[in-house]
């Protein structure tokens, strides 16, 4: 049986661009996928094929097991849309812009009126509840932008880079926001550049590009298949790195690299605390002096570019690219 | 979906148009302070020497130019909803719209309605001040509250019309800015090959048609007839026989058309 969000063979193209070249997913219920991948990978255009903006052209897509192109009213029903695209009313104040939400879910005056006092409560913006949301903080907008999504309680949630933008406090907080949302139930598709985010909230990350899948798994699995752990070591003097370089191949589980400038040696290794200990024992007995030495585990980062050849936050290239043209 | 969400929905959507409205009142304040110095401007500067059915009486020239300068500033709503629905559109709130659960044609609906409030209030500081610079129904031919309030209601018919072109012209550009300028620029050749300003017998024949084939003409007269002023055009064109009947359905056929294409294209839109 399909999960709460299940995609197949989504396809969609604008003018020459491909943006969504074939993309499967399957989000069992009560769970959270990640949908990691650099700005232009297809995430939004997903993202929005999923939740009814846009009409993919080919594929299949079922949200909360409605079918999305069959019946988009009854798939809006039961989903809410937060992130970089679904804005709040910057001059309504916060009280109004969820009331608002709420009488567009179709609900009554009353209810929609104590939904809203509810979740501004919960969001701690009770105090700013009658402030036009301009005069918000970026934080303060992301919450109420989350809350309008929460309005209904659906049971499926899709998150645009809810924390492109925000500052680590502010990203913390909303970290906490939708694992307690998670913890409820709610299945959601989050994407986000932030590989951090992702091993973060997500169970499970599929690694686009291109408007493709190419990796899916736990953040466990995905790094595991980049590679185990490594010991890095940097020496103090650059006359050491030779003994250094020695020493790690006795330990190692294959090539050592050697960066000269930065008196850096890395090593593939299994065994863990045990043996990096055993490393620095070997290197203090044979006289070298450490500026720095750890045990490095791959991050989603090192994962992204074995996959890809290329770094995930990709923000910056772009708009380098944008001024020198 | 039911027609008890499309009314509801529009309502909270216009609701909510109108609240912002009362957040930036500058915008409502510059819709009124523009026709007002068209008023001004026209009635004092070109008064003068303004020719109307062979009187170059300012009196009759103001009295004539009124109905002109109404329509003319029922049909800048247009460039309002332009925008309005652009900035909607750059800012995600159609994004957020349209996740939603309500009915299509709710948001341009409430749009549209919201600035059809505008537009009466705008009407009216306009009438009042119309009133102040000398305008009189009645200056040419006897009438009566219902033929003049008959007249302001095809005048807001106009204005809601054009609003719903102005909500198509704002789906269709990219910015709020182009869609304030694209809003407005084509008004004015349609407000001025008329016959709102000057006496459209006196232009040249190929031009005179096109005038009084202008929908916004049939209102200017239709306007002109049932308020008793002066500079009711004597032609053969039929809209200009029947300028009420003219009038009301081109405001009709307005909507008809341009509610369809706005609402076609809003629920296309890929934004």
């Given at each position: 049986m399909?999960g ?5 063979g989504?396809?969609k ?7 969504l ?11 959270v996928?990640g ?24 594929g299949?897509?079922?949200v ?6 069959k019946?988009?009213?009854r798939?809006r029903?039961?989903?809410?849309l937060s ?5 709040v009313d ?10 608002m ?6 609900m009554?005056a ?6 809203a006092a509810e979740l ?14 301009k ?6 907008r992301?919450?109420?932008?989350l ?8 049971p499926v949630?899709f998150m645009?880079?809810p924390t ?13 926001v ?18 951090e ?14 408007g493709?899948?190419?990796a899916?798994?736990t953040?466990?699995?995905?790094k595991a298949r ?7 070591v940097v020496v ?7 003994t250094a ?10 090539d050592?690299?050697v960066e000269d400038?930065t008196?850096?040696?890395?090593v593939p290794v ?7 200990a055993?490393?620095?024992r070997e290197l ?8 720095d030495?750890?045990?490095?585990r ?6 992204f570019?074995?996959l890809?050849?290329h770094a995930?936050?990709t923000?910056?290239?772009?708009s ?6 | 979906?039911s027609?008890?969400?499309m ?8 609701r ?28 004092y500067?070109f ?6 059915g062979g009187?170059?009486?300012?009196d009759?020239y ?12 029922v049909t800048f709503?247009t460039?309002?909803?332009?925008a309005?629905?652009a900035?909607d559109m ?9 996740s ?8 341009l609906?409430?749009?549209t309605?919201a ?13 009042i001040?119309?009133l102040?610079?000398?305008?009189r129904p ?6 009566d ?6 007249a302001?209601?095809l ?12 909500a ?6 990219r910015?709020p800015?182009?869609?304030?300028s ?6 004015f050749?349609?407000?001025f ?12 024949p190929w031009l005179?048609?096109?005038a009084e ?8 007269q239709?306007c002109r007839?049932?308020f008793g002023n002066?500079?009711v055009?004597?032609?053969g064109?039929?809209p200009?026989?029947h300028?009420?009947w003219a009038?009301?359905?081109w405001?009709?056929?307005?909507v008809?058309?341009?509610r ?5 294209k809003?629920?296309a839109?890929?934004?």
């Amino acid at each position: 049986m399909p999960g709460a969000i299940y995609a197949e063979g989504l396809v969609k193209t604008f003018g020459d661009v491909k943006a969504l070249d074939g993309v499967d997913l399957d989000v069992p219920e009560g769970t959270v996928l990640g949908l990691l991948g650099p700005n232009g990978a297809g995430k939004t255009t997903t993202v929005r094929c999923l939740t009814t903006l846009l009409r993919p052209d080919r594929g299949r897509a079922l949200v909360a097991g409605i079918d999305v192109l069959k019946d988009p009213v009854r798939v809006r029903r039961s989903i809410g849309l937060s992130g970089q695209f679904a804005a709040v009313d910057e001059y309504l104040t916060g009280r109004e812009n969820l009331q608002m939400v709420g009488r567009l879910y179709q609900m009554k005056a009353r209810p929609a009126k104590a939904r809203a006092a509810e979740l501004l409560e919960r969001f701690d913006l009770a105090d700013a509840a009658d402030r036009p949301t301009k005069t918000y903080s970026g934080g303060m907008r992301r919450r109420l932008d989350l809350a309008a999504a929460l309005v209904v309680s659906p049971p499926v949630m899709f998150m645009d880079e809810p924390t492109t933008g925000l500052d680590p406090r502010n990203r913390q907080l909303l970290w906490e926001v939708i694992k307690q949302l998670v913890s409820g139930g709610t299945t959601l598709l989050l994407t986000t550049q932030y590989l951090e985010e992702a091993d973060h909230l997500a169970h499970d990350i599929a690694v686009v590009d291109h408007g493709r899948v190419i990796a899916r798994g736990t953040s466990d699995q995905l790094k595991a298949r980049t590679g185990g752990e490594r010991v890095e070591v940097v020496v103090h003097e650059r006359e050491a790195m030779a003994t250094a370089a020695e020493v790690l191949r006795g330990f190692g589980k294959g090539d050592t690299t050697v960066e000269d400038h930065t008196r850096k040696l890395t090593v593939p290794v299994t065994g863990g605390a045990k043996l990096l200990a055993e490393v620095i024992r070997e290197l203090d007995g044979r006289g070298i002096e450490i500026d720095d030495i750890g045990l490095r585990r791959p991050t989603l980062d090192d994962v992204f570019l074995s996959l890809t050849g290329h770094a995930a936050e990709t923000e910056d290239d772009e708009s380098d690219k944008e001024t020198a043209s | 979906m039911s027609g008890m969400s499309m009314v509801s929905d529009s309502l909270v959507i216009a609701r909510r148009n109108l609240i912002r409205m009362t957040r930036i009142p500058e915008m409502v304040l510059f819709g009124v302070i523009q026709p007002v110095m068209f008023v001004v401007l026209f009635t004092y500067v070109f008064g003068g020497s303004m020719s109307v059915g062979g009187s170059t009486d300012p009196d009759v020239y103001k009295n004539f130019l009124m109905a002109g300068i109404f329509a003319q500033t029922v049909t800048f709503a247009t460039a309002g909803s332009a925008a309005g629905i652009a900035d909607d559109m750059q800012k995600g709130l159609v994004d957020r719209f349209r996740s939603l659960p309500m009915a299509r044609g709710a948001v341009l609906t409430g749009r549209t309605v919201a600035d059809l409030v505008q537009t009466c209030i705008t009407l009216t500081v306009l009438a009042i001040v119309a009133l102040i610079v000398g305008w009189r129904p009645g200056s040419a031919e006897p009438t009566d509250a219902g033929r003049v309030l008959g007249a302001f209601g095809l005048l807001l018919l106009l204005g809601y019309a054009f609003t719903w072109i102005g909500a198509l012209i704002g789906l269709s550009v990219r910015t709020p800015e182009a869609a304030t300028s694209g809003g407005i620029i084509w008004l004015f050749p349609v407000t001025f090959i008329s016959n709102a300003f000057v006496d459209a017998s006196q232009m040249t024949p190929w031009l005179r048609h096109i005038a009084e084939w202008n929908p916004f003409s049939a209102t200017v007269q239709a306007c002109r007839e049932l308020f008793g002023n002066p500079g009711v055009v004597d032609s053969g064109a039929w809209p200009m026989q029947h300028p009420v009947w003219a009038s009301l359905i081109w405001s009709v056929l307005i909507v008809a058309v341009f509610r369809t294409l706005a609402v076609r294209k809003y629920r296309a839109a890929d934004g």
